[in-house]
């Protein structure tokens, strides 16, 4: 199984971006999704989540300006950002739990670079 992240950049503040995760292989069904980000010297910080009951759960410093949502058809995850700061700069990762051949598995992107800035 493969996480593919795109959609990062740069954008000036006030801006919006839409990153994308979508995950191929051999699943049989995605659970829990969700994005984490970090900056250099700070610890992972979560971002959003969408629970294996369709739950919801945004970061405090996010709440009200980005907005998670998933295509099960596509296997793909997305993180929907809006009015961005400075201080959203970072490096986004998507998670994805997936049920494979061996069971419930968890799987990471590789990262994409968001940079907010005029």
């Known amino acids: 199984v493969q996480l593919q992240a795109s959609g990062g950049g740069l954008v000036q503040p006030g801006g919006s971006l839409r990153l994308s995760c979508a995950a191929s292989?051999?699943?049989?069904?995605?659970?829990?999704v969700g994005w984490y980000r970090q900056v250099p010297g700070k610890q992972r910080e979560l971002v959003a989540a969408?629970?294996?009951?369709?739950?919801?759960n945004y970061g405090d410093s996010v709440k009200g300006r980005f907005t998670i949502s998933r295509d099960n058809a596509k296997n793909t995850v997305y993180l929907q950002m809006n009015s961005l700061k400075s201080e959203d700069t970072a490096v986004y990762y998507c998670?994805?739990?997936?049920?494979?051949?061996?069971?419930?598995?968890?799987?990471w992107g590789q990262g994409t670079l968001v940079t907010v800035s005029s």
């Open positions: 292989g051999s699943i049989f069904s995605i659970n829990a």
């Open positions: 969408i629970g294996s009951g369709g739950s919801e």
């Open positions: 998670y994805v739990w997936a049920r494979v051949v061996t069971g419930l598995q968890n799987y």
